[in-house]
């Protein structure tokens, strides 16, 4: 049997156990999870991919053990001949995964005869992930099924046929699905940490049966490697963007010391986003198109949008993913209002079409730019990108164009942003909507979303706006050009909560009147964490937070 690969919350573990199951922002209380009817499909998913056996399984109690057991040969009787839900493919081989990870755990003290419906539930998951799991899509759900099937198939006695099948298999997909670049379809740097874990698990799987890893997987994880460290803040989550949240902490350096990476030379970009840094500040742009195909449903309109982290706390960050909380909070979670960049008011710089499936939510992307540029320019006092779309070219005739500029200490960020009527057609464009509008001009927004830990106030007679970061730092925002400062609601969208957090957006509204409009903004940091505060403490949101059940 393999070692567990996965570390869950003990407290997450304790609340379980107690029969309180929070999955995908929706919290049920029952004993009897079988009987429940989903509140959503989402939740449906997350609870038959059994992902959350690894917080029971972390308790190392005997309570939580004999629940959870009690749990899993529950699931075997009723829905175990592959009748009723869970048997999507990437959600069979999450649970296959789960199942032969903590096996000694769901079979220990219990005899042979009792122990066997398990495995012989796992034998017909592992004959239906051969048969099936080339309808899993790509990306993500590809790789859960792939990697389930070969952990089955490495694992469990008389499925040793499906080894090297499993095994190629994986190594194609790595070859398709993973970019030259370590990117993957849907650009959302979650999914890529999964599919970076998978592949680390894969990778040991077949080193313990002493086969040779193929050299499909092992490029893969060296490419995902880089990229993933473009997309890391310096507080060690991922840039929330394109459905994609923080990660579970410490699961990126848990894989990278599995997969034994070496270090290599810093890169400034990846999967479509810019990174600038300096000292203990990160910035991370998301610098192209939204995602296209399949891959659209779960797109953000957030183009040129950016994220900043200073030390240990985020402080300018994206609202989130709104999938957990329904399907208006995920419609608005992905609208360009939402992000951290600029955009003219009633429209999202790209559009949504009609959802192909209601139920599940997810209408895509459409009608996004048709291009989106970056360049970067390196000095010895700092960084600077110049960034653009045409996301508003066809319904307004306008380009959004952005300049970031941070220094090398990492404490001063300098930014412009312009819309502006490029050419003659999209200046004849740009007339149109101001007629339309009776010369009133076409009004726009620069928002920028605080975290909820950032306490800010507006200064100076409403032309600057402080920020008290729980480190002790303090940040100060101004801006220079058209428009009225204010500090409005807005919301953070966190995995793992019952609700959205309260949070707030400086927000600078103005209105463009002729072919070009400009502002000017700088963040810079007006004092450090003192010297007599060491910022060492945690909310710790990811693991059970105290005042959860309060949102």
């Known amino acids: 049997m393999p070692e567990p690969r996965t570390v869950g919350y003990f407290a997450r573990g304790k609340q379980l156990a107690a029969g309180n199951f929070l999955l995908a922002g929706h919290m049920v209380e029952t004993l009897q999870p079988w009987d429940i009817d989903p509140p959503s499909h989402g939740f449906a998913r997350e609870l038959h991919g059994f992902a959350w056996l690894d917080h029971m399984a972390s308790t190392g109690d005997p309570d939580a053990r ?45 005899d042979g005869e009792e122990n066997r419906p398990f495995f012989a539930a796992l034998g017909r998951q592992t004959a239906f992930l051969a048969r099936r799991w080339r309808a899993a899509p790509e990306g993500l759900p590809r790789f859960e099924a792939l990697t389930g099937l070969l952990y089955a198939a490495f694992s469990l006695i008389g499925m040793e046929a499906h080894r090297d099948s499993a095994t190629s298999a994986l190594a194609s997909a ?83 010391s599995a997969a034994a990476i070496p270090l290599a030379p810093k890169r400034h970009d990846a999967m479509g986003y810019a990174r600038l840094e300096g000292g203990r500040t990160t910035m991370i742009v998301d610098a192209a198109s939204p995602p296209g195909g399949s891959a659209a449903r779960a797109a953000h309109a957030s183009m040129l949008a950016f994220e900043l982290t200073s030390n240990r706390r985020p402080l300018i960050v994206s609202s989130g993913s709104g999938i957990p909380f329904g399907p208006e909070w995920e419609k608005a979670g992905r609208a360009t209002n939402s992000h951290s960049t600029l955009s003219i008011d009633g429209y999202s710089s790209a559009r949504f079409g009609k959802p192909t499936r209601p139920e599940e939510g997810g209408a895509p992307l459409v009608d996004g730019p048709q291009g989106v540029s970056l360049h970067r320019t390196d000095e010895k006092d700092g960084a600077s990108l110049l960034l653009s779309h045409d996301g508003y070219v066809a319904t307004h005739g306008l380009t959004h164009v952005r300049t970031l500029d941070l220094d090398r200490a990492g404490r001063v960020l300098l930014g412009e942003d312009i819309l502006v009527a490029h050419e003659p057609a999209h200046a004849q464009a740009f007339n149109r909507m101001l007629d339309a509008g009776k010369l009133r001009g076409i009004s726009y927004a620069l928002r920028f979303h605080l975290h909820p830990d950032v306490d800010p106030s507006v200064d100076m007679n409403g032309t600057a706006v402080s920020m008290a970061l729980l480190s002790g730092e303090i940040w100060v925002f101004r801006f220079d050009g058209p428009g009225r400062l204010t500090l409005e609601p807005s ?56 005042d959860m059940f309060k949102d």
């Open 66 to 110: 004999l629940r959870a057991q009690g749990w899993v040969f529950d699931w075997i009787d009723r829905f175990g001949m592959a009748d009723g839900p869970g048997w999507d493919v990437d959600t069979t081989g999450s649970r296959v995964i789960r199942w032969i990870q903590h096996a000694i755990f769901l079979t220990s003290g219990r």
């Open 174 to 256: 790595c070859a398709d699905d993973i970019g030259a670049d370590g990117a993957i379809a849907s650009r959302n740097p979650e999914d890529l940490l999964e599919v970076f874990t998978l592949l680390t698990w894969a990778q040991l799987a077949l080193r313990d049966a002493d086969l040779t890893v193929p050299a499909q997987i092992d490029a893969a994880i060296g490419r995902i490697a880089p990229c993933l460290r473009v997309l890391r803040h310096s507080d060690g989550g991922l840039a929330r963007f394109h459905g994609g949240g923080r990660g579970m902490e410490g699961r990126f350096e848990y894989a990278l």
């Open 491 to 546: 919301v953070y969208l966190e995995k793992g909560r019952l609700a959205p957090r309260p949070c707030q957006q400086i927000v600078i509204r103005a209105a463009i009147l002729d072919e070009s409009s400009q502002i000017n903004w700088t963040l810079a940091k007006a004092q450090d964490t003192p010297l007599a505060i060491r910022d060492i403490g945690r909310d710790d949101d990811l693991a059970m937070p105290r």
